[in-house]
T-cell receptor
Framework: GENVEQHPSTLSVQEGDSAVIKCTYS??????FPWYKQELGKGPQLIID?????GEKKDQRIAVTLNKTAKHFSLHITETQPEDSAVYFC??????????FGRGTSLIVHP | NAGVTQTPKFQVLKTGQSMTLQCAQD?????MYWYRQDPGMGLRLIYY???????DKGEVPNGYNVSRLNKREFSLRLESAAPSQTSVYFC?????????FGSGTRLTVV
């Protein structure tokens, strides 16, 4: 089955800096890559997703890039704000019906 | 719209007790899921239901059972709780692979 590795497990940045979270996947048939944000005490919420026919997607301060050859994808957050502090999960959907999640990255944005 | 509603939000059980976690969605989604979240382990799939009337095992199904009661409701049952089942449980539903998660149930088994 699919295996998703996510790095780093913790990321600390200053407000206004950029943050990058990287994920690698194992199944070359994977075709859907979502990112979820989980705030403290809440369930994860979808923030952006990308399909394998697209190399990059942007939504305001967040963007996701996909490198199918290297089998990795990344979340980029620019001009970070304290409210960006949360746990971020990547996921990849391979040959099975269900996406496989990474183990999460705790992003801390210091004011 | 409420989205995905889970009850209860918190529960403490003694080892060997049973309980059912309830989940309901009002988005007319076909697929529903149960995940558990443990520190450093991410989200692990327990069971899922691709459509009303079907259920399938996920990555960590041992010790759990599920029922897809109708299109809206998907319950998770622990028949004999064990301390290893202490976790935060999330229900989710999806359309086109885009998940909507509930707010979770924090379960402690003592």
């Amino acid at each position: 089955g699919e295996n998703v590795e996510q790095h780093p497990s913790t990321l600390s940045v200053q407000e206004g800096d950029s943050a990058v979270i990287k994920c690698t996947y194992s199944d070359s048939a994977s075709n859907y890559f979502p990112w979820y944000k989980q705030e403290l005490g809440k369930g994860p919420q979808l923030i952006i997703d990308i399909r394998s026919n697209v190399g990059e997607k942007k939504d305001q301060r967040i963007a996701v890039t996909l490198n199918k050859t290297a089998k990795h994808f990344s979340l980029h957050i620019t001009e970070t704000q304290p409210e960006d502090s949360a746990v971020y999960f990547c996921a990849a959907r391979g040959g099975s019906y269900i996406p496989t999640f990474g183990r999460g990255t705790s992003l801390i944005v210091h004011p | 719209n409420a989205g995905v509603t889970q009850t209860p939000k918190f529960q403490v059980l003694k080892t060997g007790q049973s309980m059912t976690l309830q989940c309901a969605q009002d988005m007319n989604h076909n697929s529903m899921y149960w995940y558990r979240q443990d520190p450093g382990m991410g989200l692990r799939l327990i069971y899922y239901s691709a459509s009303e009337g079907t259920t399938d095992k996920g990555e960590v199904p041992n010790g759990y059972n599920v029922s897809r009661l109708n299109k809206r409701e998907f319950s998770l049952r622990l028949e004999s709780a064990a301390p290893s089942q202490t976790s935060v449980y999330f229900c989710a539903s999806s359309r086109d692979l885009r998940y909507t998660f509930g707010s979770g149930t924090r379960l402690t088994v003592v």
